[in-house]
T-cell receptor
Framework: GNSVTQMEGPVTLSEEAFLTINCTYT??????LFWYVQYPGEGLQLLLK?????DKGSNKGFEATYRKETTSFHLEKGSVQVSDSAVYFC???????????????FGQGTILTVHP | DVKVTQSSRYLVKRTGEKVFLECVQD?????MFWYRQDPGLGLRLIYF???????EKGDIPEGYSVSREKKERFSLILESASTNQTSMYLC?????????????????FGPGTRLLVL
């Protein structure tokens, strides 16, 4: 079955530091990959996505590249801000069609805290 | 603007009570999902529904049931609440269209219901 593994957290950084959160996956076929973010007290929001190998998703200064050869989708940001403090989830959706109905498989989440 | 709402942000129930969690979406989505979120475990799928009156078990359906009588509403039912069901419950919805070039496969989440079972 499908699975997603994220780096262990929590991650604590100073403002303007470089961020990497690792994500690797196991899936059959050609999954779509997502990063969701959950700010304190809120539900999840889609941060970015990539639907095929070598695609790069980007949003709000965050980037992630779909690497099929290493089955990875690492999240990066060059300069984090205090407002980026949140929980980040990597997720995949299996290939279209069949009976998947768009189900997502999530990683365990990584808590990011950014200090001024 | 996309909207998924959940009936309560916080609930406190006693062991053995029947608990209803309600979720409503205004996007005319066919698919709706219930997850629970626990520290260190991420989100785990409880049940999902791909159409009115249709439902499928997710990864952890034991102790839960669901109801989808109308397209916009998806209810999660804890028949007899237990302390190990204390958790954050998140509802999501998505369009059935599988066009991966658009955002129509994106799942949109509600704010969550934090349930405490005593």
């Amino acid at each position: 079955g499908n699975s997603v593994t994220q780096m262990e957290g929590p991650v604590t950084l100073s403002e303007e530091a470089f961020l990497t959160i690792n994500c690797t996956y196991t899936a059959t076929g050609y999954p779509s990959l997502f990063w969701y973010v959950q700010y304190p007290g809120e539900g999840l929001q889609l941060l970015l996505k990539a639907t095929k190998a070598d695609d790069k998703g980007s949003n709000k200064g965050f980037e992630a590249t779909y690497r099929k050869e290493t089955t990875s989708f690492h999240l990066e940001k060059g300069s984090v801000q205090v407002s980026d403090s949140a929980v980040y989830f990597c997720a995949l959706r299996g290939g279209a069609g069949g009976t998947s109905y768009g189900k997502l498989t999530f990683g365990q989440g990584t808590i990011l805290t950014v200090h001024p | 603007d996309v909207k998924v709402t959940q009936s309560s942000r916080y609930l406190v129930k006693r062991t053995g009570e029947k608990v209803f969690l309600e979720c409503v979406q205004d996007m005319d989505h066919e698919n709706m999902f219930w997850y629970r979120q626990d520290p260190g475990l991420g989100l785990r799928l409880i049940y999902f529904s791909y159409d009115v009156k249709m439902k499928e078990k997710g990864d952890i359906p034991e102790g839960y049931s669901v109801s989808r009588e109308k397209k916009e509403r998806f209810s999660l039912i804890l028949e007899s609440a237990s302390t190990n069901q204390t958790s954050m419950y998140l509802c999501a919805s998505s369009d059935r269209n599988w066009d991966s070039r658009t955002k129509r496969e994106t799942q949109y989440f509600g704010p969550g219901t934090r349930l405490l079972v005593l």
